[in-house]
């Protein structure tokens, strides 16, 4: 059997690990999910010692998972005071999505009349990409996901064919709010947005401008409905 050793802090002691990953990414995947459900509230100072306490491990591994949320925008850092919760408020997070739910469905309606060959051949290889990682333990590789996810996602808005609603959808797709919400999804949930991917590809395929920005706004939608009932469950 293979031995997992623990990661260990600047002074040595062992920090416990989750199957799969290192003490950081343990804390910055609780941080993350418990920042995006709304469990800290715009502009709250994050200390290091609560949360280690919290969590039940050393400050070593607090610390970088924070600089790892400073880094995705979820955070921001004060100089000689700490970190603090960005200023995203529920009604900004809101407006993102409602303008996603505008502007993705008819990017998808778009790349159906417009999509090249070797765009859908890169789509079905991106979505091949998540249907592989997106198994029964897909939290060890959530990172790779959203990766694929998010190029998915770029790619049909590219191959819609405007330079005008690339600019307004694109700069939605990378937002911190966005970019993490497969946190908050189960292994039927990834599954489910494997399949949209897969129906959205067909759609593209037989060229169904119609079918195509209704499975987008499913598939946007579903992926909203997730995201509230985390945040109702995270304040109750």
Do not use: C
């Amino acid at each position: 059997m293979t031995r997992v050793l623990a990661e260990r802090d600047d002074e040595g002691a062992a920090m416990p690990l989750r199957p799969g990953g290192s003490a950081t990414d343990h804390v910055y995947d609780t941080l993350r999910r418990q920042i995006m459900a709304g469990r800290y509230a715009p502009g709250v100072q994050l200390k290091e010692e609560q949360i280690a306490e919290s969590l039940s491990v050393s400050r070593t591994p607090v610390r970088a998972a924070l600089q790892r949320l400073v880094g995705d925008g979820l955070l921001r850092s004060a100089t000689n005071r700490g970190v603090f919760v960005a200023e995203w408020t529920r009604w900004d997070i809101e407006d993102v999505f409602e303008l996603r739910l505008a502007l993705e469905p008819l990017a998808a309606g778009l790349a159906a009349q417009r999509a090249t060959e070797e765009q859908i051949a890169e789509m079905t290889a991106l979505t091949d990409r998540m249907d592989d990682l997106a198994d029964e333990t897909f939290r060890e590789r959530l990172q790779d996901i959203q990766n694929a996810n998010h190029a998915f996602h770029d790619l049909v808005i590219q191959a819609a064919g405007s330079p005008r609603l690339a600019q307004f959808a694109l700069s939605l797709t990378g937002m911190p709010m966005i970019v993490g919400t497969f946190h908050f999804y189960d292994y039927m949930d990834m599954r489910g947005s494997v399949q949209h991917h897969r129906e959205l590809i067909e759609a593209i395929k037989a060229k169904d401008r119609y079918f195509a920005a209704q499975v987008m706004a499913v598939h946007l939608r579903v992926t909203h409905e997730i995201f509230k009932k985390n945040q109702t469950s995270a304040q109750e």
